[in-house]
């Protein structure tokens, strides 16, 4: 079993804004650290056995007790087995020798019929020190330990196990950001467990990821700064200040991995950066219009494409230069957007028109405007198929489109919204945000059965090795 003495720390956070309005304040601790505690399937000897549980706590070296919010009161969780959040939060700064789990009721079922069980309440804590200090986070797993728990066919005492996760596999790595948080949490792509979390910042949320140099470069919207993570180690290799005010809110890395830029909501401004060398270099930086929302690079590398939601603009950026080269008028607020698998076409979604604009990339032209509905707010082009996978707000299902006729020809089901889409070239799978329901799923785009699912507090965007 892995014992561990994990150095955790703080991130005081502030939400980032909304449509156009900013959300409230999100209040952490500064002197405390993040910690995200997974529950494992119960293991067959435990079959039928179902556990009410009250609370999560991380126990001080002195006995005191840090609650944390619990989010699975019902142990196993009803589905199909697999790893759960039970509980995360921010604890003070200190030493803590482990975490206690509060059990209120158990119940047995055996032979089709249930019967309630005796709880004794002198379970000790699950055993796992570590240190809250900062700018650090903590993933940890518990297991309910069968065997030590049964005192008798009427009479459980539970006992927990906790365990730090192993190291990724390399290649399998998913990331996803947490606004209210401030970490990146890093997570298996098939199995869809969370192995760790890396401190970042206030309010991080878009990423760009560097497969060659296992690199991730995240934007740190609450501190005007840019993080740089290296992917093997679990670590920040660097963070680079942008003007204060600046509130960046996206960014996009070229093919050749040499250039990196980030949208400026705050400042109507891209900042242009080398991302050759170990440390990004500021080129350049370039005023666009105002209230920018998102940033694309195209598949060539040879343009950014920055949507101007204010402005009801998409500009075009020649790079790596970051001159400006033209822009389109695209009216209903643009927040989003892919390009088609030749990159001729650019589909613009936006925030207040339930219309799909088709842009020519090389006349800056809507060519065409196609109804696909309110509420859409994420878009996905298949470079493989050329299909186009849209996600609503608060929807059931996304929406899949042929690309000749602009046609919607097929639908995935999702148990709530789809606010965040992406695609996993080595699976094959669609990966969607839920946020509302704090899940990650990865859809199999064959047969459209979910694959993998992932528990996360509060995911904003997700990045992934050998994504397309």
Request: glycine fraction near 12%; proline fraction near 7%; charged fraction near 20%.
């Amino acid at each position: 079993m892995l014992r561990a003495c994990i150095a955790i720390g703080i991130i005081g956070l502030l939400a980032v804004p909304g449509d156009r309005a900013a959300r409230p304040a999100v209040g952490v601790p500064r002197e405390g650290g993040y910690v995200a505690v997974y529950a494992k399937p119960l293991s067959p000897a435990a079959a039928g056995l179902t556990l009410t549980l009250g609370g999560v706590s991380a126990v001080r070296e002195d006995g005191t007790a840090a609650p944390l919010t619990l989010t699975m009161p019902s142990y196993p969780d009803p589905g199909p087995p697999r790893q759960r959040l039970l509980a995360w939060g921010f604890v003070p700064a200190g030493a803590y020798a482990g975490l206690a789990i509060k059990v209120r009721s158990a119940r047995a079922r055996t032979d089709g019929e249930g019967h309630d069980l005796a709880v004794g309440t002198d379970a000790p804590a699950a055993k796992l020190p570590f240190l809250a200090g900062p700018r650090s986070a903590l993933v940890a797993t518990v297991e309910l330990d069968v065997g030590a728990s049964r005192k008798s066919a009427d009479e459980l005492a539970p006992v927990f196990v906790a365990t730090i996760p192993p190291t990724l596999a390399s290649g399998l790595t998913g990331a996803v950001t947490s606004r209210g948080t401030g970490v990146v949490s890093l997570f298996d792509k098939v199995s869809g467990q969370v192995a760790s979390a890396i401190a970042v910042g206030r309010a991080p949320s878009a990423m760009a990821i560097d497969d060659l140099r296992n690199r991730l470069y995240v934007v740190i919207g609450g501190d005007d700064a840019v993080a740089t993570l290296d992917l093997l180690s679990r670590s920040v290799l660097g963070v680079v200040r942008l003007r204060g005010g600046d509130e960046p809110v996206s960014l996009g890395l070229t093919p050749d991995r040499r250039t990196l830029l980030v949208a400026n909501a705050g400042s109507s401004s891209v900042t242009v950066f080398d991302a050759s060398g170990p440390t990004l270099v500021e080129r350049t930086r370039v005023e666009v219009g105002s209230g920018p929302r998102y940033l694309l690079v195209d598949r060539a590398g040879t343009r950014a494409w920055v949507f101007c939601a204010d402005e009801d603009r998409v500009v075009a950026l020649t790079l790596p230069t970051g001159a400006l080269a033209g822009s389109v008028s695209s009216p209903g607020g643009p927040i989003r957007g892919d390009f088609s698998k030749d990159g001729t076409r650019l589909y613009v979604l936006h925030a207040y028109s339930a219309y799909l604009d088709v842009v020519d990339a090389s006349t800056l032209a809507v060519t065409q405007r196609v109804f696909v509905g309110p509420k859409s707010v994420s878009i996905k082009v298949d470079s493989q198929t050329d299909r186009i996978y849209l996600g609503f707000k608060g929807s059931k299902s996304i929406s899949v489109y042929d690309p000749a006729g602009l046609l919607p020809i097929d639908e995935i089901r999702t148990e709530g919204g789809a606010d965040f889409l992406t695609i996993d070239g080595q699976g094959n799978n669609l990966c969607v945000i839920d946020s509302l329901r704090g899940e990650i799923r990865l859809v199999r785009l064959v047969g459209k059965t979910v694959a993998a699912q992932v528990d996360l507090p509060e995911p904003s965007e997700v990045a992934l090795l050998g994504e397309r």
